[in-house]
């Protein structure tokens, strides 16, 4: 299992801790595989981008315009958080639908 995050971000340290065989990639740092990424876009299409974040709000209406994908890639923090690959399966966010899906009580 991969959990892809932000280490500053509570809501990935909740999933860490309550999945702590789970092998964390900072996205910063280390990225999201571009195979991932992409099956994430297809997968979440409209949840994938955080839209609601400040790094959101910060961004030009140009860079705002750029495809999802190319945004991502260059301003990673966008990223809905976490993004979780377990057994083949994405799970995207912290929500009790994915705790339960990923067998968390």
Known sequence: ????GLKTCDTCRKALKS???ADFKDVRTEG???????????QF???LLNTRSTNWRGLSEE??????LEL????????????????GQLHL???KDVQAALGVT
């Open 93 to 95: 966010g912290w929500t």
């Open 63 to 68: 860079d705002r315009a750029k495809p999802p």
């Open 19 to 21: 999945l702590p065989d």
């Open 32 to 42: 999201v595989p571009a195979d991932i990424m992409a099956q994430a876009y297809a």
């Open 1 to 4: 299992m991969k959990l892809y």
């Open 72 to 87: 991502l890639a260059e301003h990673p923090s966008l990223m809905k958080r976490p993004l979780i690959e377990a057994e």
């Open 45 to 47: 299409p409209d949840k």
